[in-house]
């Protein structure tokens, strides 16, 4: 099946710097990659996502690379802030609909 | 974007007993909702698909006759944890694709299982 591996797992940054989390994907039929944001016992909020057919995709603060070839997509947010502090998943999907989710990074930001 | 309504958001049950948690698609048609389960400081693990008129299918490890689905409508799904034990205890999320927003994933608030 889908494997998604993420890293890193904690992620310290002053804040005002950028934060970069990456994730590399197993199925080469994969063409869905959304990014979620989650805060402790709640749901998980989609904060931005990427198609296949696009490389780069930005949203204010917000930025996703993908690279097929390699099979790797990233994260970028700039200009932290303290509410970007969170769990943040990867995933990426499998089967049409389906995600297979990353194991997660947990993102604080140091004021 | 689309709403995808759960309930109970928490709940507490006695071992031995079953519990049902519903999922709704509020303003879209979800033919395929999915159910997933999140231990404490863990990933979203994909339990099973929900398929609207049809059986569920479920991954590799998730007892099917443990975890029942039933998807009986476009808006509804519920999943009922049968004859529940402690390990059972966990976020139970779902949630469902909008068509109407090229396919987006939206999830429910999620409803947290204690069994005692």
């Known amino acids: 099946g889908e494997n998604v591996e993420q890293h890193p797992s904690t992620l310290s940054v002053q804040e005002g710097d950028s934060a970069v989390i990456k994730c590399t994907y197993s199925?080469?039929?994969?063409?869905?990659f959304p990014w979620y944001k989650q805060e402790l016992g709640k749901r998980p909020q989609l904060i931005i996502d990427i198609r296949s057919n696009v490389g780069e995709k930005k949203d204010q603060r917000i930025a996703v690379t993908l690279n097929k070839t390699a099979k790797h997509f990233s994260l970028h947010i700039t200009e932290t802030q303290p509410e970007d502090s969170a769990v943040y998943f990867c995933?990426?999907?499998?089967?049409?609909?389906?995600?297979?989710f990353g194991t997660g990074t947990r993102l604080t930001i140091i004021p | 974007g689309a709403v995808v309504s759960q309930h109970p958001s928490w709940v507490i049950c006695k071992s031995g007993t079953s519990v049902k948690i519903e999922c709704r698609s509020l303003?879209?048609?979800?033919?395929?909702m999915f159910w997933y389960r999140q231990f404490p400081k863990q990933s979203l693990m994909l339990m099973a698909t929900?398929?609207?008129?049809?059986?569920?299918?479920?991954e590799q490890g998730v007892e099917k006759d443990k975890f029942l689905i039933n998807h009986a409508s476009l808006t509804l799904s519920t999943l009922t944890v049968t004859s529940a034990h402690p390990e059972d205890s966990s976020f139970y999320i779902c949630s469902a694709s909008a068509r109407e927003s090229g396919n987006t994933i939206y999830f429910g608030e999620g409803s947290w299982l204690t069994v005692v």
């Open positions: 303003d879209f048609q979800a033919t395929t």
């Open positions: 995933a990426a999907n499998f089967g049409n609909e389906k995600l297979t």
């Open positions: 929900s398929n609207e008129g049809s059986k569920a299918t479920y």
């Open positions: 199925d080469s039929a994969s063409n869905y």
